[in-house]
């Protein structure tokens, strides 16, 4: 089948409670802010950043994927780079792949009950990666940035056993 290109200048949002491709995963190609999100308050079932392929000639100026109460599964099983922010929205967050955040707009942000994996975070110089979780974990990717900072929210516990190097001061 015949990928989909979806070209726009000024962002892309992409509104359903179900995914599914019979032609092959969609390229968004846009500078802009792309958005997934549902159409109600939640996926109906869990989706993946695989499902997408981003940064096709430009690189997206940033990422929200789920939005404020998505209860399903969400899985960043792909490599993702945005030149802005990354918010996640989520049930459960599983990292395989990678976040990574490349300019001073770039914080990350991941919104769950859950955060597992051990996939990488990569945070822009001098931002902010703010993980606002409501469950107990233990999350085993590396995270970094130079002069970021880190902030846990939510009840409950995140447990870090990736090898962490957040370097502040010069």
């Not at 179900?18 to 999100?37: A, E, K």
């Not at 308050?41 to 994927?65: D, E, I, K, P």
């Not at 703010?130 to 002069?147: A, K």
């Amino acid at each position: 089948g015949v990928t989909p290109v979806l070209t726009a200048p000024g962002g892309i949002t992409i509104n359903s409670d179900i995914y599914s491709w019979s032609g092959g995963n969609p390229s968004l190609n846009t500078s802009g802010v792309v958005t997934i999100q549902s159409t109600s308050s939640s996926f109906t079932n869990a989706t993946y950043t695989s499902w997408f392929t981003f940064n096709v000639t430009n690189a997206m100026s940033g990422l929200n994927f789920g939005k404020s109460g998505n209860t399903s599964y969400i899985g960043i099983n792909s490599n993702v780079s945005t030149a802005g922010s990354v918010n996640i929205y989520g049930g459960s967050a599983v990292l395989s792949g990678s976040l990574t955040s490349t300019t001073n707009a770039g914080d990350i942000s991941i919104n769950s009950a859950t955060l597992t994996g051990s996939g990488g975070i990569a945070i822009a110089s001098a931002r902010n990666l703010t993980l606002n979780l409501s469950g107990s974990d233990t999350y085993g990717g590396v995270i970094s940035g130079s002069t970021s900072t880190v902030t846990k929210q939510g009840a409950g516990s995140l447990y870090l056993t990736g090898v962490s190097c957040i370097v502040t001061g010069k």
